[in-house]
């Protein structure tokens, strides 16, 4: 990856931009494919899951807290595996956090996706627009261990 430091910056925008991409195509593959009486299930349904979306925004400020810790956690373990040799590598080193950010940034990620199930099936927006937010700050904070020098 050092050969191409480039590389490791655009990884880590798609990695940030996953989940408003992924709200953003479920918008459009419904529109496209769904049947016009889905509107009606949406609304039936509309109630119960805007209340459940509303408690996505917290479990996504907490899953990006541990993300953080887990990416950390993940990167040591990660060097402490590699051969003596190796673990003061900068391109080892960079392999290591570069790993330990694509897994780790899946953590806020999930509520993010779980928010974008629900507003397919009739959650409200802004719920859905709150958690997708929490979780691209998320990903965003682990983005400097991923792509700098620490």
Sequence with gaps: MSANPGGKRVLAMLTVIA????LGFETLLRKLVFPPEF???RT???PA????AWTLPVVC???????????HRLVERALRKLPADRR???????KARV???????????????????????????TPVLV????????????????????
């Design 99 to 125: 790993g330990a950010f694509l897994l780790a940034a899946s953590v806020p990620q999930v509520p993010a996706i779980v928010a974008t199930v629900l507003f397919t099936f009739g959650a409200s927006l």
């Design 61 to 71: 400020l907490v899953a990006s807290l541990v993300g953080v810790v887990f990416q």
């Design 19 to 22: 989940a408003p991409f992924a």
């Design 39 to 41: 509107e009606d299930v």
């Design 88 to 94: 003061h590598d900068p391109e080892s080193q960079e």
């Design 49 to 52: 899951l805007t209340l459940a």
């Design 131 to 150: 958690t997708v937010a929490v979780s691209t700050l998320g990903v965003i904070a682990q983005v400097g261990r991923a792509i700098g020098t620490r």
């Design 44 to 46: 039936l349904f509309a």
